[in-house]
């Protein structure tokens, strides 16, 4: 038989299946697979909104969406060019992001009558059978079958059996694209190892789904991405909330600061517990608190005994959070408050992405209290984008709120890690004693930067009392006197501003310095933005890119960057919530582009509205 | 700790006190806990700048002011909270925590019992006046039922918590009940409950003379304090009454009121085990309303003490034993991970 072999170079695949089909695992195995290619990728896992929803139901759907390309790739796609549909409620709900003449991958066992009804497709009707995917190229497989068939040597039963499923495909797509399979064999060991009837079954199902590929004739293409040019290096794959717990970790290195999480389980936060909870060796302290309250107040406690106090949250917690952050805020220790957003408001859309909690990390306390404000922009920039958090926290002495969302969370990328060597010192000093003429700690007393000193228990000589009542100039003994309470609020304001001058300054991510539109961002709506604006400046627009990370205070020039550009668009993930901040900060008439659909605006949708702005003219 | 003391002129009540004004009513029962505190702290052989002292909101929670320690003020119901999170990550130090009946049982209740629970070497002073006074005069959480007060014109429909039956219940590894008027035994058992190695809840009747005057006047008074409170002492039989001639005895699990004078033996009363479970759990149910006939008197003294690992030591164990088998932690095969390629 002659096989083809095709050059790809940019696929977007979509495996989707029941959340008990494990399309999490078949597709963070084929990310791991293709990244060591040094091929470019990016991820998206779209997980069911219920962790229990019935099988075979189409809010049970689970999958995971990876673009992988021999070009830079700075968005999972917009649309698929192959769907592995598992099942019918798989189909029935990623149809929709399937090209037209897109490939499907369907596993028959996962269309019977059983299954379709669940799926709500009309009695007597299967897409697989009648003419409905005429326009996309449909391989059926049964993948149920087929697995059992290749493992029945095992005494494993029949429920375990079909376990494997996910391996006879990730088999089968590995067979498809060229690939080894060394990393998922290896995987399986380092999972199951000693149990060796599981761990075999799971080789043989992988196995199975290769040679199926291989002997079967109807597969008559295989197909193969190149490498990417990406800056020499060597890489790793990370996750999101991967690289904010590295990044704390790595903090907590450089400062010299233990590391203590004060957290409670919140979805899409906790993997950062657990990630941090594993790395023990770092001497990191993980505190699984009563509620999101008693997470932060013991943050604040261990803070205020010197340690890098984190918490991490998302919305909801965070409204749970806020009269606490207000007295880190009074009592002007460093403080990490890391929000991973999500859909609100209130309880909303757990497991959807969305960019609406900047209003509340900008204004949700009681009283005037400003806190500084830092967003990631992709899953690697959480490594940075954290270090930097703390940096300003324990060098300005104030909580600081970080903000990430469940998009690039639990979005995975290539990242060319640093040595620990290269990252920046974070110098931090405790006050040691009582200095040349003083006869009591004075911890109110600033320096240039409006900062107090961090005396922490247990030194001799510098025993005072602070608290969230307002407090006196200098002293910090309360004071209920007007004029202090004014001049503290404006101080407390100023000392957070002030932080613009250790902050570098914005720069563009593309584009011209002047020009027709600004695209200014922040978070994780970067690849959206940065694939289009690329887009257009290819064909000659004037069109640029700013992205923020330190979102409150403002990079000092960013008003300039601005006023560079005859107009400003701003794409949120939100009703439009930095839009409001920057007209007010800089008085400057920004549009807004806004979706508030639980998941990324995509490049299409951008461009678009970009072509719209521009009118067409050049 | 010890060597540090030995090389230092001895404290005394006065270093322990600030230059900052006390601003509680005259005549309120926090002064005499102020007062009874600062004596007792320069016994106990702890270094002033280990000493840190954590309160929430009330009355009550301005005390760390009036401290000469590290103190701090924080916010309505989580001092637990944050000393919880001081003491995991500085173990070393002396914590306190200095709480009311609203600020601990009501907005602060969580905390308070998981703090119990996973004891954490922290003192518990809990300063109960059964009313709220900061925000002037509603009912708190250990208000009694039908109380008129601000919020409750018709009187109060809340059923009151037992302090020391929740503390019990959460696990707490030392409970104890002592008062403002009685200097000597509140000196005792502040003591006492630093010396316990886990954490310790010790809650003090506390007159609040100006919104919920002589709620305890009948254990406190003279008049009728020996008939209407009993004093623990382990090992020893529970007797009261101005003669010691009333004792307690338990009838089955069911304890009873005997008369000494009247053919009842020493030998049959109830002998005071603060290490007895199951009788603690019956002496924080002495907590009848001292207006119903019949009514036994309220207990005073440590109800309980056991020892229980506490959390800031498994947590400081379980890192050391992590290091131990593995090594410490190296940042850069942490970011490198297990899987990594080359781009040429
Ligand atoms: S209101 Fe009551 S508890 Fe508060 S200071 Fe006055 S007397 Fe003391």
Not at chain 1, 19 to 46: C, E, K, R, V, Y
Not at chain 1, 232 to 240: A, K, L
Not at chain 2, 212 to 220: K, S
């Amino acid at each position: 038989m002659v096989r083809k072999e095709e050059i790809l170079q940019d696929v977007v695949i979509k495996f989707a299946g029941d959340s008990g089909d494990g399309m999490q695992l078949t597709g963070s195995q084929f990310t791991n697979n293709t990244a060591m290619l040094g091929i470019d990728l990016a991820t998206f896992p779209d997980f069911p909104a219920e962790i229990r929803a019935p099988q075979g139901t189409l809010p049970g759907v689970s999958g995971f969406q990876l673009r992988f390309s021999s070009d830079r790739v700075f968005t999972p796609g917009d649309a698929c060019d192959i769907l592995v549909a598992m099942n019918a409620a798989a189909l029935k709900t990623n149809l929709i992001s399937l090209k037209k003449g897109g490939k499907i991958i369907a596993n028959t066992d996962g269309f019977d009558g059983k299954n379709l009804r669940l799926a709500n497709y009309p009695e007597g009707e299967n897409p697989l059978e009648n003419n409905s995917l005429d326009n996309y190229e449909v391989t059926k497989i049964d993948v149920t079958k087929l697995t059992r068939e290749a493992l029945k040597e095992f005494t494993l039963g029949t429920k375990e059996k079909d376990r494997a499923k996910n391996m006879f495909v990730l088999g089968f797509l590995y067979w498809m694209y060229n690939r080894g399979m060394e990393n998922t064999i290896q995987f399986l060991r380092d999972k199951f190892g000693k149990k060796d009837e599981i761990l075999n079954s799971n080789i043989k199902a992988l196995q199975a789904g290769y040679n199926y590929g291989d002997t079967t004739e109807t597969f008559t293409t295989r197909y193969t991405v190149e490498k990417a040019k990406m800056q020499p290096g060597v890489y790793r794959s990370i996750m999101g909330n991967q690289a904010v717990a590295y990044g704390l970790i790595a903090a907590s290195q450089k400062s010299g600061l233990p590391l203590f999480l004060g957290t409670y389980p919140i979805t899409p936060a906790s993997d950062i517990l657990h990630e941090l909870s594993r790395h023990k060796s770092f001497g990191v302290k993980t505190f699984q608190a009563e509620d999101e309250i008693a997470a932060i107040t013991s943050a604040i406690g261990a803070a205020y005994g010197g340690n890098l106090g984190v918490t991490t949250t998302s919305g909801p917690g965070m409204a749970l959070k806020a009269e606490a952050m207000g007295l880190a805020m009074m009592l002007e220790i460093p403080l990490l408050i890391c929000n991973i957003q999500r859909g609100g408001p209130s309880t909303g859309l757990p497991t959807k992405t969305e960019q609406s909690d900047l209003l509340q990390a900008y204004y949700g306390r009681n009283g005037e209290c400003p806190m500084p404000v830092v967003s990631a922009s992709t899953p690697s920039d959480c490594f940075e984008a954290v270090y930097e958090a703390v940096r300003i926290a324990v060098q300005h002495m104030t909580p600081v709120i970080f903000l990430s969302d469940g998009y690039i969370a639990n979005g995975a990328e290539p990242w060319k890690f640093p040595a620990a060597a290269d990252l920046a010192p974070i110098s931090v000093s405790f006050k040691k004693g009582l200095d040349e003429g003083e006869t009591v700690l004075k911890p109110y007393q600033r320096d240039e930067k409006l900062v107090r000193p961090w005396a922490i228990p247990g030194t001799p000589g510098l025993e005072h009392r602070i608290g969230g009542l307002e407090k006196q100039d200098i002293t910090g003994n309360v004071s209920y006197d007007p004029a202090n309470h004014e001049h503290m609020v404006k101080t407390r304001q100023a000392k957070v501003d002030k932080i613009a001058d250790y902050i570098p300054e914005q720069k563009l991510d593309s584009g011209p310095a002047k020009g027709k539109i600004l695209v200014l961002g922040w978070g994780s709506t970067y690849g959206a933005i940065k694939s289009a604006t690329a887009a257009l400046q290819a064909e000659g627009y004037a069109v640029s890119h700013a992205h923020l990370r330190y979102v409150r205070p403002f990079p000092k020039n960013l008003g300039t960057i601005l006023k560079s550009f005859d107009h400003v668009l701003i794409p949120e993930i939100n009703n439009g919530q930095l839009i409001k901040i920057i007209r007010d900060v800089y008085l400057v008439d920004a549009k807004g582009y806004n979706k508030i659909m639980g998941v990324p605006i995509t490049k299409t949708e951008l461009v678009l509205k970009l072509r719209e702005m521009l009118g067409g003219a050049n | 700790m010890a060597n540090d003391t030995l090389t230092q002129p001895a404290l005394t009540a006065k270093d322990f006190a600030t230059d900052q004004e006390v601003r509680w009513c005259p005549g309120c029962g926090d002064y005499s806990i102020l007062a009874q505190t600062q004596k007792v702290m320069p016994s106990l052989g702890i270094p002033k700048e280990n000493i840190v002292i954590i309160s929430g909101i009330g009355c009550s929670s301005r005390f760390p002011y009036y401290m000469n320690t590290y103190g701090m003020h924080s916010i309505h119901g989580r001092a637990t909270a944050v000393a919880s999170g001081l003491k995991a990550a500085r173990p070393e130090l002396s914590v306190w925590v200095v709480t009311g009946d609203g600020d601990s049982l009501s907005i602060g209740g969580n905390h308070t019992i998981h703090l119990l629970r996973r004891n954490f070497d922290i003192n518990i002073m809990l300063f109960n006046n059964q009313i709220y006074g900061l925000t002037k005069g509603q009912y708190s959480p250990t208000s009694e039922e039908q109380k008129v007060t601000k919020s409750t014109p018709f009187g109060s429909i809340d059923h009151p918590f037992n302090p020391l039956a929740l503390a019990l219940g959460a696990d707490a590894s030392f409970i104890a009940r002592t008062m403002d008027r009685d200097p000597k035994h509140l000196q005792e058992m502040l003591i006492r409950s630093n010396k316990h190695k886990g954490a310790s809840f010790t809650e003090i009747y506390q007159n609040c003379n100006i919104f919920n005057d002589g709620a305890f006047e009948i254990f406190t008074e003279k008049s009728s304090k020996p008939l209407e409170t009993i004093f623990l002492e382990q090992g020893k039989p529970l007797v009261f009454g101005a003669q010691q001639n009333k004792g307690i005895k338990l009838d089955g699990f069911k304890p009873v009121v005997v008369d000494l004078d009247n053919g009842s033996s020493k030998d049959d009363l109830w002998i005071h085990d603060e290490r007895d479970f199951y009788k603690a759990q019956i002496l924080t149910r002495l907590f009848d309303n001292p207006a119903n006939e019949g009514h036994m008197p309220r207990p005073f003294g440590v109800f309980y003490e056991t020892e229980r690992a506490c959390y800031e030591d498994v947590m400081r164990l379980q890192i050391e034993d992590v290091i131990a088998t593995k090594g410490n932690g190296n940042l850069d095969k942490l970011l490198r991970g297990n899987e990594t390629w080359t781009i040429q």
